[in-house]
């Protein structure tokens, strides 16, 4: 590569490609930077990009530095999905994993460091156990009979070639024991693969175009089942609405990475990473001799650091036009294309409702099982057919204290199979058993008439009515569905496996959760760890400001990102009406809900200082402790006040260990209003606290009202409902109110009606009375 003279200014060829943005040319009109190397951006080796010489249009990739080392990925087959270790049975067993290459690699070298052990039983001369990537066999393994029954190890090569962006490896044994007649499902017939063995991918990375059209690539690819750690880089505005902007941005994000887990480095020096993709934030202001636009704009550039890597752009003229330019991202990017875009126009968004996120199973009537799965996943084939899975995701305020359990009115099909078997309909909630059905086989249907009532598909459909308690179904559950098929032994030399029975669950089968009022205790913090409960009551978080320090912290506006990226997975919708607020007047919001994040002497919180139930300033750390530490809960009971844990103990010492900690209280400047606090003594304690708020599998240990966070966990010390939100109707308020003072009240509900009849018997007397002596004087 040549040198660049020193006589070339590269901010002048820089501005001069800026000034096409300037004029309005689209990505599509703007010309190309030379193609000569020696007019590149020469920021490789820098710590930050110095503004003036940023460039948005497209700007030629620098060639690779030779000696980086390309991504090498090491998955266990656990990791890929394999909660449990597969065991092959049969002639013709098999089971498989499945992952995916991101659309800016390719595999160059693939190996599988097998953990394998197979019955002494199979003929090794008949039987092997094949290793194949998307249905072509890479291997096939021995089963040499000395070795048979022990724990072996073996590393396989796996061809390059035959990976694509989604890869299936399966493994199946082809499995004999005899030479005579055998059962095709004999018990002898199985081989075992351990889930702790591992899949070592290496790739090398390919560049991508730089075009709004290809979002949310590179800066997220579905494909990569890995946790995201995503930068956001503020350039020269750190105002409210643009902290606003970026908690939109990264809500968004959190919607698309799921169950992966999202977290967002925030840094506020305006220095991009040295490696890998980042979120631009930047207000154009020309007296700076900064990039100019002509409005909210989003564009695409390489990284200048990392030729591999792409910067997103979300600009404005001022804070109000970069927030509108992430509320075209999050709303609209399906739409974008070009390398960038000005926004011209957005029409005002329609304002959420309560409990209408998308991802919430609505409660305000029956709802069917299409409405929540595609109609492919309702089917099951085969005698090992995988099981319908139902996700549930609910609002946590539903409230199933002295209520009757769900409806569930289930409507399925299977295939009817000849004489007499043993198949059943089995339904679990979270795996845990709650009914099975009898599928009955053609000799045990009572009605003979049953084939004039099959389908298309010679499936006999059935109707069948079930409840399900609601603590089982509450948070992220789901509904599981599996067909078990008895197999038909036909006798000796005449078994045959003709795997053609299928099940299906309807699309029109209805579960009913209209019946129950929102009504909650708080604070619960496990319900803001699972799903961000009471903010995301309304999916746009209309009804929450986030208050942050005069002058945040990175740590600080990086637990912030974390939390809206929690959020949006949880409601499926963008936090697109999030308010941030800097300092005491955030404080003092009285309509809205408030999520503070805090570190460091927290002088500013001195005015909530007797209500919060610990204290981190420095080394110095006071907690209060209740006997929740000494106990082991079931926390999903139907009545909170069942587990309630009032503080004991106020404990205070110094250390300089970094620690986190969790409060959810009533809001002291408004009633009914919710505040979490996540406060730490130092910025590096807020680490702690976005790392676990960014893992779902850590968010969800969060329990009672106040938990602290360190580097080994989470640990709720205190328990205590303070407040209520929601209604539960006039007469279940009364008896829930009644409990309080007598708690084994709801065991004579009887009684209390009764008396209650009385009582008016007796008022509506003393009125007749007092009417009947009223009219004699």
């Not at 940023?54 to 390309?70: H, I, R």
């Not at 930047?282 to 636009?293: E, G, I, R």
Request: glycine share 6%; net charge negative.
């Amino acid at each position: 590569m040549k040198k660049i003279s020193s006589s070339l200014h590269p901010c002048k060829t820089i501005l001069n490609a800026v000034a096409l943005i300037a004029l309005g040319l689209g990505a599509a009109g703007a010309q190309q930077l030379s193609t000569d190397p020696s007019t590149w951006l020469p920021a490789q080796n820098s710590q930050s990009l110095n503004l003036k010489s940023l460039s948005l249009p497209t700007l030629p990739l620098q060639p690779k530095n030779e000696t980086q080392a390309e991504p090498s990925y090491h998955y266990t087959f656990q990791e890929l999905g394999a909660n449990y270790p597969f065991t092959l049975k049969g002639i013709d067993g098999s089971d498989s994993l499945f992952f995916n290459i991101r659309a800016d690699e390719i595999v160059t070298k693939a190996e599988v460091d097998l953990i394998y052990s197979y019955s002494p039983a199979l003929l090794s001369e008949y039987s092997h156990i094949n290793v194949l990537v998307n249905e072509e066999v890479a291997h096939s393994i021995p089963v040499p009979r000395d070795q048979a029954g022990r724990t072996l190890n073996t590393r396989l090569d796996l061809p390059a070639h035959l990976f694509t962006e989604f890869n299936q490896l399966r493994f199946q044994l082809i499995g004999h024991y005899t030479l005579e007649c055998e059962d095709p499902l004999h018990s002898s017939l199985w081989a075992s693969i351990s889930n702790k063995s591992t899949l070592s991918v290496d790739v090398k990375n390919i560049p991508l175009s730089n075009e709004l059209s290809k979002l949310p690539l590179p800066f997220f690819d579905h494909r990569d089942t890995r946790h995201l750690s995503l930068p956001f880089v503020f350039i020269n505005d750190r105002s409210e609405p643009s902290f606003e902007a970026a908690g939109m941005v990264a809500s968004w994000f959190g919607i698309l990475t799921s169950y992966r887990g999202a977290s967002f480095p925030a840094h506020m020096d305006g220095s991009f990473p040295q490696k890998g993709n980042a979120i631009v934030f930047m207000k154009s202001d020309n007296s700076a001799n900064l990039p100019s636009v002509s409005g909210p704009t989003l564009a695409i550039t390489a990284n200048p650091n990392d030729p591999a890597g792409k910067l997103l752009w979300v600009m404005g003229r001022d804070p109000q036009e970069i927030k509108l330019a992430a509320i075209a991202l999050v709303t609209g990017a399906n739409t974008l294309s070009g390398q960038a875009a000005t926004i011209q126009n957005i029409k005002q968004i329609e304002p959420r409702k309560p409990y209408d996120a998308p991802y919430w199973v609505p409660t305000d009537r029956p709802v069917k099982f299409g409405e929540l799965v595609p109609l492919a996943k309702l089917n099951s084939i085969g005698y090992y057919g995988n099981p319908v899975r139902i996700p549930l995701r609910l609002p946590p305020d539903l409230f199933g204290w002295n209520a009757d359990p769900v409806p569930l009115t289930l409507k399925f099909r299977y295939s009817v199979q000849p004489g007499k078997t043993d198949s059943s309909l089995i339904v679990s909630a979270n795996r845990q058993f709650m009914r099975s059905f009898n599928l009955l086989s053609a000799d045990e249907i009572p009605d003979q008439s049953w084939t004039q009532k099959l389908d298309d598909q010679s499936m006999l459909p059935i109707v069948a009515s079930m409840k399900l308690p609601l603590d089982t179904l509450l948070q992220e559950q789901e509904l599981e569905f599996r067909f078990m098929f008895d197999y038909i032994k036909e006798g000796s030399c005449r078994d045959i496996i003709v795997d053609n029975v299928r099940g299906r669950i309807d699309p029109d089968s209805t579960i009913d959760f209209s019946s129950y009022p929102h009504f909650m205790p708080l604070p619960d913090l496990q319900a803001f760890g699972n799903s961000g409960f009471p903010f995301t009551r309304l999916a746009d978080l209309s009804e929450t400001a986030v208050v942050l320090n005069s002058s945040p912290s990175p740590q600080e506006v990086s637990t912030y990102l974390a939390l809206m990226g929690r959020f949006g997975d949880s409601t499926g919708y963008p936090t697109t009406q999030v308010t941030v607020k800097f300092g005491e007047q955030g404080l003092n919001i009285s309509d809205k809900d408030l999520i503070v994040i805090a570190s460091g002497d927290h002088n500013w919180l001195q005015a909530w200082s007797d209500v919060l139930p610990a204290a981190i300033a420095g080394n110095s750390k006071r907690f209060d402790t209740s006997d929740l530490v000494f106990k082991s809960i079931d926390w999903k009971t139907p009545d909170p006040r069942n587990i309630e844990n009032p503080a004991r103990t106020a404990l205070t010492y110094d250390s300089t260990g970094n620690v986190a900690f969790i409060a959810g209280f009533e809001s002291p400047v408004s009633s009914g209003k919710s505040v979490v606090l996540i406060s730490s003594g130092k910025p590096e304690g807020q680490e702690i606290a976005a790392s676990a708020l960014s893992t779902p599998d850590k968010a969800r240990r969060l329990q009672g009202s106040l938990a602290v966070i360190h580097k080994d966990g989470i640990t709720p010390l205190v328990n205590q409902y303070s407040y209520t939100i929601g209604s539960l109707g006039f007469w279940r308020d009364l008896l829930w109110k009644a409990t309080n003072l007598w708690p084994n009240l709801t065991s004579y509900w009887w009684a209390v009606i009764l008396v209650l009849l009385v009582l008016t018997v007796v008022l509506i007397a003393l009125l007749r009375k007092i009417m009947r002596r009223m009219h004699h004087s």
